[in-house]
Nanobody, 124 residues
């Protein structure tokens, strides 16, 4: 069955960088729009970024624009989230997810597959 596995989370100081990876298996990776969401303690899960099947277009939440970069390698069935200039408010569990519908990329219910999440903690 389809599986998404995140890695690369951890603890980083404010202003630092981390790169998350999400490895996909059991699905035709290049057929899916891939997204990243995050959920902070006591808050709802929110959209972070998404990338088209080819990687030619991306979309970002305003809160991470110009700091985070989403990319993908279809040969490796992997999507990445490079996080720079991190802030304490970036602390959350980060989830990768896959959907077939670019138009609904910011909507959680549009996603068919989800990873288990990776904890990112940014200390001040």
């Amino acid at each position: 069955q389809a599986q998404l596995v995140e890695s690369g989370g951890g603890l980083v100081q404010s202003g630092g960088s981390l790169r998350l990876s999400c490895a996909a298996s059991g699905l035709t990776f290049s057929s899916y729009v891939m997204g990243w969401f995050r959920q902070a303690p006591g808050k709802e899960r929110e959209f972070v970024a998404a990338i088209t099947r080819s990687g030619g277009s991306t979309d970002y939440a305003d809160s991470v624009k110009d700091r985070f970069t989403i990319s993908r390698d279809n040969a490796k069935n992997t999507v990445y989230l490079q996080m720079n200039s991190q802030k304490p408010e970036d602390t959350a569990v980060y989830y990768c997810a896959g959907t077939r519908v670019w138009a609904d990329r910011r909507t959680m219910r549009a996603y068919d597959y989800w990873g288990q999440g990776a904890q990112v903690t940014v200390s001040s």
